[in-house]
């Protein structure tokens, strides 16, 4: 069975993001990058079903600049068999990346997909679900647990009310929460080796995807500072302001 | 708790601008090295070091190596983070393909090892250790020895160890008394007793390989008379499964100021009957072999310096940037974070820009060490070692003693807080002590730098290392924003000059009055040395802005190289003046009088 983990390359988690002075998005020149973290948990979890014996092969995808090799290859080290990058300098919006997926999908016929809820970038939380409707095919999001056995995916997902656990039939379409696994570090013959596996480029014309933006960013602001707390006389003048100033009670 | 991040984006810049990167990766052996490969590489031990070692070192401070009953037991963690190190094959990174290494640069190796030593100086010190044993026996060993011992030694699975001193064998070694018995089978029966075995015994490995410095029973007085055996703490089978118990015991270890985690311990061999060893190479020649590792663990202990000012920096710099406290000096409506007061500005970048004048000066050692013992040409392969040798007691003196006062600096940045072992900042003051006094004190260092490494060659390759340093000067020359690094550099230049001229002619003459100005010499050499590599860093600097790079890493390194010029460099006059005029009052006063 072969497993596609498409991942995404983002600002670190480390690095305090800055919006720019003209307010068109966040300044990226010179930030750390990596990879998107839930997708890294999909690529520890694809490697384990691999190791496992239940997958025989692990694509890692990414779609975007052609920097994004650098993160296709940290794929490679944690332990996919080869990548390929849909690369494109235009924006991509979760739609478009979808509809990328969906195409490399359609040529080489994976059975499971697995990927991050969210990208911690943009928060979308949206790939993954229109990537199973543009394939029709099921959907087990925010997985904690995921078991694969005789065509089947059973997933364990975290939602409002506790846990919930779905059966999906084959191919499908999962994203990952974090407490599906803790992913690996690296082991040093593998980054090694990660070099040398293939790695594939395509265009998003190649194969036959319009990427251009349907949504337009207005505007990009920091989000308002928080304001200096205030001590309370009693709880009853913190019920009153609970209830007359915040609001929300 | 204090987070480390590795300093990738400098290790890169020094790496690619000050130590040649691209001429190391196309050396013989090097090919598969790539700029991309090597980021890679970086990123993901950094992560590890981060992710792994760093948060067991306050634990392994506090908790410490335990003994009881001739066993050590390692601070909860550390037998999990050494099984995960080895398993993700960190150890072998800079050691022979052909038993299970990598076979990677020392380049490389001198920034991943800055990191395990940053993140957990205390765990760092195994495969340090192991490191050293692994190159003796590489360099010195029989076949059989090796096959034995190397693949092993390699993947981690065991570690090793450097059984030098004795309770009267310090830092000299002629006096070592430990005794090899031949047993008629070409084995023998260790005797004796070694003190300050790092990692002499633990329960991380599952064997312990032992290198151990002995005399033959016929062999002469002194240093002549020492060589070197392997005594492993379980025999090896013919089929490499573990035999026998080893007469090799921990009998204590020893209750130190730092790197608490590190068990140093007191190692009796032949309390039972006589541990059995292996001869390693010829007879009586074991100090030779020592030296060569001995070397290459000075510039390890050099590095040491460097890693932990590099975490006693980001400790501080996190501290002042959250500490509010006083108003600014100039005046302010409300109380400043402490990174605001001049005089912690001043102490933030006296600890960055010797840091990174150290991981430059470092950094390039490593690279001529690989050009040394790779470059085709063995002209180029020989100017390279002279390099490293003179720099060698350079990167450990220097570094080490630098080491300290930035860790002394990251206590004092924190104030009262800095007094608190809480904080964390204390344990890497103490930590850092150790380093000006293993594997050769600073004393030790500089003897060997005015010495062996100066006055016997008439000061040859310091002169040509002069020469490059001019170079320097003249590029930053013209440009008015380097106009003060290059007066500073040239100044310091001047002052070497003079004071390597001084002891070149007069060590001979009053050996006893030049080597009173040993260390100064040493300190002298290290900030000139610092200085060049920083007055560099600032011509890539200004490189890359005139290209028009918009990263602000640039003007910073432009920033730091200035204060280095104007704040470190000044001081190189007077440490020559030192040098050439202050030896004779050290000896002045009789020594029953002192």
């Not at chain 1, 359609?106 to 991050?116: A, S």
């Not at chain 2, 974070?337 to 950094?363: G, K």
Request: net charge neutral; proline share 4%; aromatic share 6%.
């Amino acid at each position: 069975m072969k497993v596609f983990v498409p991942v995404k390359r983002v600002v670190d988690y480390n690095v305090k993001v800055r919006v720019k002075s003209d307010g068109t998005g966040v300044d990226l020149a010179n930030v750390k990058m990596s990879m998107n973290p839930f997708d890294e948990i999909a690529i520890e979890e694809a490697v384990r079903l691999k190791e496992a014996g239940v997958a025989t092969e692990v694509v890692a995808i990414s779609c975007g600049t052609t920097a994004s090799q650098e993160t296709l290859r940290t794929a490679l080290a944690i332990g996919a068999d080869r990548a390929v990058l849909a690369e494109t300098d235009v924006e991509l919006q979760p739609l478009a990346v979808a509809k990328l997926i969906k195409a490399l999908v359609d040529k080489e016929g994976p059975q499971l997909v697995i990927l991050g809820k969210q990208a911690i970038d943009d928060d979308a939380n949206q790939t993954g679900q229109m990537l199973a409707a543009l394939l029709g095919w099921p959907q087990a999001t925010f997985a904690s647990k995921v078991v694969v056995a005789n065509g089947k995916a059973t997933v364990t997902r975290e939602v409002d009310g506790g846990l919930e656990t779905l059966e999906l039939t084959l191919p499908a379409v999962v994203t990952t929460d974090l407490r599906l696994n803790e992913p690996r570090y690296a082991t040093l013959p593998n980054i090694m080796k990660a070099k040398k596996k293939p790695l594939d480029i395509v265009k998003p014309a190649d194969l036959g995807v319009d990427v251009a933006p349907r949504l337009t960013t207005l505007k990009v602001a920091e989000p308002a500072k928080r304001q200096a707390g205030i001590k309370v006389a009693d709880v009853a003048q913190l019920l009153d302001k609970l209830k007359n100033e915040a609001k929300v009670i | 708790m204090s987070n480390y991040a590795a300093p990738v984006k400098d290790m890169l810049f020094v790496m690619n601008e000050l130590a040649g990167l691209d001429k190391v990766c196309a050396l013989p052996g090097c090919e598969d090295v790539t700029p991309d490969l090597v980021e890679s590489i970086l990123d993901e031990a950094g992560k590890f070091a981060s992710g792994v070692l760093a948060p067991l070192n306050k634990t392994g401070d506090e908790v410490g190596a335990r003994w009881h009953d001739r066993q050590v037991t390692m601070p909860p963690g550390f037998k999990e983070a050494y099984a995960q190190y080895a398993e993700a094959g960190w150890n072998g990174f800079d050691c022979n393909r052909h038993f299970g290494g990598q076979g990677l640069p020392r380049l490389l190796s001198a920034a991943v090892r800055e990191m395990w030593k940053s993140s957990n100086m205390a765990f760092s010190l195994c495969p340090l250790l192991t490191n050293g044993a692994i190159e003796a026996l590489e360099l010195s060993g029989s076949d059989v020895q090796k096959q034995m011992y190397l693949p092993n030694m390699i993947s981690g699975k065991w570690t090793g160890t450097m059984n030098l001193t004795e309770p009267q064998a310090g830092s000299d070694l002629a006096a070592v008394r430990t005794r090899a018995e031949p047993r008629g089978d070409g084995t023998y029966r260790i005797f004796g007793q070694k003190i300050f075995i790092t990692y002499g015994e633990h329960d991380m490995a599952e064997n312990i390989v032992h290198l151990v410095l002995a005399r033959l029973p016929d062999a002469p007085e002194g240093v002549k008379g020492i060589s070197l055996f392997v005594v492993p703490k379980f025999l090896v089978n013919a089929d490499g499964s573990l035999g026998e118990r080893n007469d090799a015991y921990c009998v204590s270890i020893e209750h130190k100021l730092g790197i608490h985690a590190s068990p140093t311990c007191v190692m009796a061999f032949g309390d039972q009957g006589g541990a059995i060893g292996t001869l390693v190479g010829r007879a009586n020649e074991g100090l030779k072999y020592m030296f060569v590792m001995m070397n290459a663990a000075r510039y390890a202990v050099g590095v040491e310096g460097l890693a932990l000012a590099e975490r006693a920096y980001q400790k501080a710099l996190a501290y002042a940037r959250e500490r509010v406290q006083g108003r600014a000096i100039e005046g302010s409506p409300a109380p400043v974070a402490i990174v605001h007061h001049p005089d912690v500005r001043r102490m933030l970048m006296t600890m960055r820009s010797q840091t990174e004048a150290m991981r430059a000066l470092a950094y390039a050692v490593a690279a001529a060490h690989d050009a040394a013992g790779r470059h085709p040409d063995p002209d180029e392969r020989q100017r390279n070692q002279a390099f490293v040798d003179l720099m060698i007691p350079v990167v450990k003196g220097w570094l080490t003693e630098t080491g300290n006062e930035i860790a002394y600096l990251g206590v004092q940045v924190h104030g009262g807080m800095g007094f608190i072992e809480e904080t964390g900042a204390a344990q890497h003051m103490r930590d850092a002590r150790i380093t000006t006094i293993y594997e050769g004190t600073t004393g030790i260092q500089a003897n060997d730098l005015i010495g062996r490494k100066l006055a016997r060659e008439g000061g040859a390759t310091l002169k040509a290392v002069i020469v490059m340093m001019r170079q320097t000067q003249a590029a930053l020359a013209g440009e008015s924003q380097w106009s003060r690094i290059a007066e500073a550099l040239g100044a310091g230049i001047d002052a070497l000059e003079k004071a390597a001229t001084y002891i070149v002619a007069q060590y001979g003459a009053d050996v006893r009055t030049v080597a009173v100005g040993a260390v100064p010499f040493l300190k002298l050499m290290g900030i000139v040395a610092g200085g060049w590599m920083m007055a560099r860093s600032a011509l890539a600097a200004g490189r890359h802005m005139a290209s028009g790079s918009t990263d602000s890493f640039y003007p910073a390194k432009m920033a730091s190289a200035e204060f280095f010029a104007t704040n470190i460099l000044p001081q190189a006059a007077g440490l020559a003046r030192v040098v050439v005029g202050g030896g004779a009052s050290a000896l002045a006063i009789p020594e029953a009088d002192l």
